[in-house]
Nanobody, 123 residues
Framework: VQLQASGGGLVQAGGSLRLSCAAS????????MGWFRQAPGKDHVIVAA????????YYADSVKGQFTISRDNAKNTGYLEMNSLKPEDTAVYYC?????????????????WGQGSLVTVSS
């Protein structure tokens, strides 16, 4: 699976962005999807994950009620809707997929990664 993340950019605190992750190659619907972020000088951290059919989602405590993960398997695309953004949300955001019927929260469990999309939130 090849993944292409897009939708990042510069936004003021309190604003919103929607990241997209377009998949090509193997069947996207066979893969769980996760979104990770990496702040400068830090490791990748799970933000959200979703099962391959979209019926169950996981959110890190830091983004619960703020971010929404979703997917459209007919379009081979996953999404991360980010609202009420804060400066501490500034990071490079990565989408990733794993061949599992549920989802994983550890980055080492994910097989395929997009190139990353930079989100910068100004105060």
């Amino acid at each position: 699976v090849q993944l292409q993340a897009s939708g990042g950019g510069l936004v003021q605190a309190g604003g919103s962005l929607r990241l997209s992750c377009a998949a090509s190659g193997r069947s996207f619907s066979s893969y769980a999807m996760g979104w990770f972020r990496q702040a400068p000088g830090k490791d990748h951290v799970i933000v959200a994950a979703i099962t391959r059919n979209g019926d169950t989602a996981y959110y890190a405590d830091s983004v619960k009620g703020q971010f929404t993960i979703s997917r459209d398997n007919a379009k081979n695309t996953g999404y991360l809707e980010m609202n009420s953004l804060k400066p501490e949300d500034t990071a490079v955001y990565y989408c990733a997929t794993a061949l599992t019927s549920y989802y994983y929260t550890e980055k080492d469990e994910y097989n395929y990664w997009g190139q990353g999309s930079l989100v910068t939130v100004s105060s």
